[in-house]
């Protein structure tokens, strides 16, 4: 069974054994420490998908546009004609995708059901679970798309492997994420940076989850390579963290960014932190307010590295993971 919303029905099929009808527990949810979580596949997301959390994706997403200057891919897709977004969120990629890609059909996945129903109509979405195993048919999709997933994966080469099965040869995966370091190229950020410590912080706290998006980000392009994909190409763009760089644009991506942090600090840590560190709720709330001192005051230059990855499915077999 899959739970879809949409105009018209996807050609492709269903994704995995895990798809499943609207029924009241896909749009029922979990409540902790007054945010709101994902019922389906409970505790496999360690982020909120309540009001507040949307309004922070769609904020990331203007800032990634900014970022990416207006590109929504860099994987060098012509005419596709059958689109998966990984992790929709609330599906703005995948909207947007379906406006520029008329003749695709373009389907969002998520743990969620918060996408909007008013869609164009070669954009649907599905209730799924990426990590069980894909039902989705071989070789039916020319591109895959996953965006910030690097919280949430435990498991990339099983990801990568069913991906390349279900990609038609010559068909491309792309992979974007904020890497969860902050960086600065110059001495303005001084040894005991509090944004620095909060996103180790965050990365410690995730990684006693079972999810360690560092080391994720660092080898996407090794796994890519051994799940057989060939034409493995790196973009790593800086997304500066507030206002200080004298470029316009590039000020305008760090306001966007940090604005998109700030607003998110409760959401990113008020789960993991209290699961994976033992934190109480009330240790956390302390905390933050430092944290978000230091996000809205800081002076340094520090930016967050973005990693744009994308890969080829090879048309011979024979080419299988040759470069």
């Known amino acids: 069974m899959t739970e879809q919303s949409g105009s018209r029905a996807s050609p492709s ?34 982020f909120p998908n309540d009001d507040a959390e949307q309004e922070r994706e769609d904020m990331q997403h203007a800032m990634f546009m900014l970022l990416c200057d207006g590109k929504l891919h860099f994987a060098p897709i012509q005419n596709p004609q059958s689109v998966l977004d990984m992790g929709t969120g609330t599906g703005i990629w995948a909207i947007e995708m379906g406006d520029e890609y008329p003749d695709a059909e373009v389907l969002g996945i998520d743990l969620s059901p918060i996408q909007p129903i008013w869609v164009p109509r070669n954009v649907q979405f599905l209730v799924d679970n990426v990590e069980e195993e894909w039902l989705q048919p071989p070789s039916s999709l020319d591109y895959i798309h996953s965006r910030q997933m690097a919280p949430t994966i435990r498991d990339w080469p099983r990801i990568f492997a069913e991906a390349y099965k279900a990609l038609k040869p010559g068909g491309w995966i792309e992979i974007q994420d904020l890497k969860c370091r902050v960086h600065c190229d110059d001495d303005t950020m001084t040894e005991g940076d509090l944004c620095a410590s909060f996103a180790r912080t965050l990365t410690r706290a995730l990684s006693s989850l079972g999810i360690d998006m ?24 800086k997304a500066p963290l507030g206002t200080w760089p004298k470029d316009p644009h590039e000020a305008k991506v760090g306001l966007y960014n940090r604005n998109m942090i700030y607003d998110g600090l409760h959401g990113f840590t ?42 080829q499915k090879p048309y011979e077999p024979g080419t299988r993971g040759s470069r």
Request: avoid cysteine; charged fraction near 25%.
């Open 214 to 237: 560092i080391d994720s980000v660092e080898n996407y392009p090794r796994w890519l390579r051994e799940a057989g994909f060939v034409r493995v190409h790196e973009t790593v763009l």
């Open 13 to 46: 099929g269903m994704l995995s054994a895990d798809s499943i009808s609207m029924s009241d527990d896909v749009r029922d949810y979990v409540f902790e420490n007054s945010r709101r979580y994902h019922k389906y596949s409970e505790g496999r997301y360690h």
């Open 270 to 311: 008020i789960r993991p932190f209290t699961h994976g560190l033992g934190w109480t709720p009330e240790e956390v709330e302390v905390y933050l307010v430092n944290v978000r001192k230091a996000v809205l005051r800081s002076t340094a230059h520090i930016y967050l590295p973005f990693h744009s990855v994308y890969a």
